[in-house]
């Protein structure tokens, strides 16, 4: 390791990662506030042409990304549309890439294979970790990792007459059916056991991420995509398999992409790029970032489709020992981009504190629906929407302060269906940055996505059919 990239890893691991190592649809509900505003959306359409399908799909194969599954993720490719349209000529200074809600790090990583400087922000701790193991993979010791499969790929299958390790079973964590089969959960123990005694804090992190990587694949749950049992997905409970086995061959596919990782780095003198990743809400940002630092900003926030990207991790977070019970979990929730329909449906009215008439009009409409069904009707929704585009209002304004003159965003959003009604969120996020000092150069349609009635009407939608078309965009913004 040089000593630049020394320096890098130490600045890092100290200063931003605090983990304990124990389709387009238009609003229809009348005019638009001002004519401009409309003569603005009509001229801002474009085609797909320059960028390519954001989903995460494609990095399933793709080395670096494809150690952990992330529905919530775009790909790299997209990523690479991304820079190659905003940082086409790149000579002398590295720019400042910005990933506010990060996931597993899709875009640091692809910014870092570009040789340049990263940071991004991740409530989710499990996610967080991935993100930073990645972002510090070259720093690893290649060979203790192989020692390290050699060693899982020795451990038996077969548990009888021993006496797993009880203490690595997360005592807070329930299921509604055992979420291990009996042959199972000894092998998952004795792995826990293994893990929690690796002295290299890199690689025993790295093994956690592959082990939370295939934890799932190895239960009685599944993502279909959300996180469901089996049987609830019609399939058979998984009675046994060969967990160390599975795990192994994760880690022999992260093996090669670390050997490979190195490789492109060091060719390309990219070793001492800043690369970080703050586990916290960007919403709170205070000082990790200056102001004017960040050349360009990509991301894609939480969709307003009420999601629980939490819960649907509930399993890493419990036996990976980031959580250890209901309580934790709650924070997560509560401190959410948009919140969650669940942490808000039942307080007191939420205002909308951001400047939008034609917004203020649809949540007075949503507030007004089901209203027999209290919480569980338009007035719990109302909060929901208010919620979220209240945080997208805070996200303008912090963004704003650390990009720089000039500098472009990009966002890929969704539309929604609340209570059946139509909310084209990439528009009103468009609005919302132009009351923040963006100027909105277009908004590129990506895909439209093929839902039947079980989306389009669910009980976020009012459970109504709808023949409303759910689609992902990207918003480009560009700072004033």
């Avoid at 890098?8 to 931003?16: G, Q, T």
């Avoid at 299921?175 to 002295?199: C, D, T």
């Avoid at 009635?453 to 700072?479: D, H, M, P």
Wanted: glycine share 6%.
């Amino acid at each position: 390791m040089t000593n630049t990239a020394a320096r890098e890893a130490s600045r890092s691991e100290a200063m931003l990662f605090p983990v304990d190592e124990t389709t387009h649809v238009a609003l229809d509900e009348g005019p638009s506030t001002t004519d401009r505003e409309d003569t603005r959306l009509t001229r801002i359409s474009a085609t797909a042409d320059s960028f390519r399908d954001p989903a995460f799909m494609e990095n399933r194969v793709a080395p670096i990304h494809r150690w952990v599954p992330w529905i919530a993720g775009f790909s790299g490719q997209f990523v690479e549309d991304v820079f190659r349209e905003f940082l086409p000529n790149v000579l002398s200074q590295r720019p400042l890439v910005l990933d506010p809600f990060a996931g597993v790090g899709t875009s640091l990583v692809q910014a870092m294979l570009h040789g340049y400087d990263t940071v991004g922000f991740e409530i989710n701790p499990y996610a967080a970790l991935a993100a930073q193991v990645k972002l510090r993979a070259d720093l690893l010791d290649e060979w203790r990792l192989d020692e390290l499969i050699r060693t899982v790929e020795q451990i038996p299958q077969n548990w009888d007459g021993q006496t797993p390790p009880e203490q690595y079973r997360p005592a807070g964590f329930r299921s509604r059916i055992p979420f291990f089969s009996a042959r199972v959960e000894p092998q998952i123990l004795g792995l826990l056991e293994l893990l929690n005694s690796i002295p290299d804090k890199l690689l025993a992190d790295l093994a956690r991420i592959a082990f939370g990587a295939v934890m799932v694949k190895v239960s009685n749950y599944t993502y279909e995509p959300s996180l469901g049992s089996r049987p609830g997905a019609g399939k058979p409970l998984l009675e046994d398999a060969h967990v160390s086995a599975i795990f192994a061959a994760k880690l022999r596919e992260i093996h090669e992409d670390v050997i490979w990782l190195k490789s492109e780095l060091s060719e390309n003198g990219y070793a001492s790029t800043r690369r970080e990743i703050c586990c916290t809400n960007f919403l709170t940002l205070q000082d990790q970032l200056p102001s004017g630092s960040v050349d360009l900003m990509i991301t894609s926030p939480p969709y307003m489709n009420n999601y629980h990207y939490v819960r649907n991790t509930r399993p890493q977070l419990f036996w990976l020992s980031f959580v250890e019970n209901s309580s934790d979990l709650r924070q997560l929730e509560r401190d959410n981009f948009g919140k969650f329909w669940q942490t808000v449906r039942d307080v007191q009215t939420i205002p909308l504190q951001c400047d939008h008439a034609k917004l203020a009009h649809l949540v007075a409409t949503i507030r007004e629906t089901r209203v027999e069904s209290g919480a569980y009707g338009g007035p719990g929704w109302a909060n929901y929407v208010a919620s979220y585009f209240n945080d997208c209002d805070r996200f303008m304004r912090i963004l704003h302060h650390v990009l720089r003159h000039g500098g472009a965003g990009v966002v890929v959003i969704g539309n929604s269906i609340i209570q059946g009604i139509p909310i084209a969120t990439d528009q009103i996020l468009g609005d919302l940055a132009g009351n923040n000092g963006f100027t909105l150069e277009k908004i590129i349609p990506l895909r439209t996505k093929r839902v039947g009635a079980s989306i389009t009407a669910s009980s976020v939608r009012r459970g109504e059919k709808s023949a409303v078309t759910l689609y992902e965009n990207a918003v480009v913004l560009r700072k004033r």
